[in-house]
Every structure is written in structure tokens, then in C-alpha cells.
């Protein structure tokens, strides 16, 4: 399958920082690996996201019909499902990006890459110095 990155971040598979924009093949256990380390930093593309895409339109008709039969009450039911969702338990890549913690030798891509997979807001705009200084 392919897909596309959304946001920097480094592939500890291949050590590279994947860019913006980048197309590559994954299996489906190393998409479900890095979406699970870093949600929202990769999406499905090309003819993956095609039938996605009919997947999810059956699901939402799905969910409308069981709202049309008396969920009344339940605006924003889908919403709250999502935020529902287990995380995908990961292996060791989900474990270097998370235990390993930046220092002024890596580039700014990894120690933002590192902060986001940790929770941790920063600014777009922010230098490296003031970056790491929010892990300490």
C-alpha cells in the first residue's frame, strides 16, 4: 500500500526523515505501526484511500439510519466514538520514537517529531534551542 506523510517525521526503519508530501510503500502492519506512534502523521494514498473512502460513506449511512431510528439525543455520537478509540498497541519503532529523548544533535523535524508523538504543544515558528528546552 501506499501512503502519503502529512507532517515531518523520522522512519527509524529506513533512518530517514520522511518530508511533507512523500509517497512511499508500506505494509499494512507498518502503517497501522507508524499511525499508531504517530497519529495524524501519515494518511492512505492513491487506491487504498478509494476504497476507504466507500467504507467509510456504508458506515456513515450506517450510522445515520441508527440515528433516524430513535438517537434523537445523540448529536455528535460519532465524534465521541472516535475519541473512544483504543490505541493500537506498538512495537520497538513506537518505542524509539517515544523513549528516545532529543538533545542539540538532532535535527529539528525528530525533536518535533518527538514532541508531538509525546503531546507536547509547540509553535511552528520555534527554533531548535526553544524546542528542546520544552522537554526539560
Same mark, same amino acid.
Given at each position: 500500500?501506499?501512503?502519503?506523510?502529512?507532517?515531518?517525521?523520522?522512519?527509524?526503519?529506513?533512518?530517514?526523515?520522511?518530508?511533507?508530501?512523500?509517497?512511499?510503500?508500506?505494509?499494512?502492519?507498518?502503517?497501522?505501526?507508524i499511525d499508531a506512534?504517530?497519529?495524524?502523521?501519515?494518511?492512505?494514498?492513491?487506491?487504498?484511500v478509494s476504497e476507504?473512502? @466507500? %467504507? /467509510? &460513506? !456504508?458506515?456513515?449511512? $450506517?450510522? #445515520? @439510519? %441508527? /440515528? &433516524? !431510528?430513535?438517537?434523537? $439525543?445523540? #448529536?455528535?455520537?460519532?465524534?465521541d466514538a472516535q475519541?473512544?478509540?483504543?490505541?493500537?498497541?506498538?512495537?520497538?519503532?513506537?518505542?524509539?520514537?517515544?523513549?528516545?529523548?532529543?538533545?542539540?544533535?538532532?535535527?529539528?523535524?525528530?525533536?518535533?517529531?518527538?514532541?508531538?508523538?509525546?503531546?507536547?504543544?509547540?509553535?511552528?515558528?520555534?527554533?531548535?534551542?526553544?524546542?528542546?528546552?520544552?522537554?526539560?
Amino acid at each position: 500500500m501506499k501512503i502519503r506523510v502529512l507532517i515531518d517525521f523520522v522512519d527509524f526503519s529506513v533512518n530517514r526523515t520522511r518530508h511533507v508530501g512523500e509517497v512511499f510503500e508500506v505494509t499494512e502492519e507498518r502503517f497501522a505501526v507508524i499511525d499508531a506512534a504517530l497519529p495524524d502523521f501519515v494518511e492512505k494514498f492513491g487506491k487504498d484511500v478509494s476504497e476507504k473512502a @466507500a %467504507d /467509510d &460513506a !456504508e458506515n456513515q449511512g $450506517n450510522a #445515520e @439510519a %441508527d /440515528d &433516524a !431510528e430513535g438517537a434523537e $439525543n445523540q #448529536e455528535g455520537s460519532q465524534e465521541d466514538a472516535q475519541d473512544d478509540v483504543a490505541p493500537v498497541d506498538a512495537d520497538e519503532d513506537k518505542s524509539e520514537v517515544v523513549d528516545k529523548i532529543p538533545d542539540s544533535g538532532n535535527k529539528i523535524d525528530e525533536i518535533r517529531a518527538y514532541l508531538k508523538a509525546q503531546g507536547i504543544e509547540y509553535d511552528a515558528g520555534m527554533k531548535k534551542a526553544d524546542l528542546l528546552a520544552l522537554i526539560k
